[in-house]
């Protein structure tokens, strides 16, 4: 099934079930008595329906603990749906939407109809919780959904070389990870027109520049892409690695007739103004041979030229010996998590580094400094659209002598 039609379903039942725990009308009721007994006058005036074997009047109103059981149930069966999505048949990022599509969307309105008491009043208490959630919901969902995806900002970092190896100038590096769209729009040609702007020396992609589903989708988007990358120009030349979402035959065919050189378990050297510039790119499996005879070779001890390691994965830093020769690892992947909560940090990594390291930013990892993109765009397919807390970013990072090889922070 596909991904819309699940989620209208998981609404759907979010919302019978909603109606037959709160709504529904109760036992023993006879329709239309109200109205009678309201006509003739008698006491039942304005105090609902007439109930029979002693159970609590229809109209009695919704208490807090009611609504609180309402959703604590559906959460359940929720949680229920997207375990057995995990389990069953490995749709993970299916399952994270229906979750999101059930806090985000059913709970607000759920929130809505109880604040305004329809079809049934609540209690002031269960009224004023249900509004606040409600708002707060919905804001949230607004922000992480609408906003916060394609609110790119400029993250600029300083790292620290190792005098022998800095030159007499600043080195500008510009990181743009993780486009990961399904078509290029005025965003992803926003991106880089601010990449751009900041005039780099060296460009570097860490990957996924889309993420298709189909040959034909993929040959749809070709030439867009390819304009898009043609835009890209840097002294020090442009450089991509495999990600997730594009393997070698489509990152080669991407990057066709631009500047943007596609490496796969291969080194350049560029010689530019006072210093050798070295940039090793690797495949997507930083295990296999091919990649890890490459690391080896960017370890080797000696050697004045500045050495920077470019990989999807920020897991390439772990197949770096401890205090090896590598100045620098560029890596993206992890979009920072996407979701980051307050003293939680990112929900998911799907990474080895530390979830701190794969947060995003400049990190030193077994002595090696690393920075992780958290990227321009957001996983496609069945995940939702979801930013919080994380911003997509471009980046610029300056390299610049030091005394001692530490980072700057």
Known sequence: MSTAPAVALALLGDALLAWWLLFRPRRGVVPGAERAATGAGGAARGAGRVALDGDAPPSAPITLPAMLAVLVAGLAITFAEATALVLGVWRPFLAIHLVHSHVFLALPAFGALVAWGWPRRATRAARGTAALGALALAAVGIDSSFVEPYALRTEAVTVAVDPARAGRQDLLVGVLADLQCTEVTDYERGAVARL??????????????????????????????????????????????QGNCDPPPIARALVLGTEVQFLHDECVRRTWRDRQVTI?????????????????????????????????????????????????VVAGHTHGGQVRLPWIGPLITLTAVPRAVAGGGLHELNGTPLYVSRGVGHEQGDAPRVRFLCPPEISLLTLRTADTPELVR
Do not use: K, N
């Open 280 to 328: 090793i790119g690797t495949e997507l499996d930083v295990t296999s041979p091919g990649a890890q005879e490459v690391l080896r070779a960017a370890c080797e001890p000696g050697g004045e030229d500045l050495r920077i390691v470019l990989a999807h994965l920020p897991d390439v830093a772990l197949a770096l010996p401890a205090g090896g020769r590598v100045d620098l």
């Open 196 to 241: 751009m702007a900041a005039q780099p020396d060296l460009i570097l992609i860490p990957g996924d520049l889309a993420q298709l589903f189909s040959d034909e989708a993929w040959q749809q988007l070709a030439p867009a892409m390819r304009d898009l990358l043609a835009t890209l120009h840097a002294p020090l030349g442009v450089y991509s690695v």
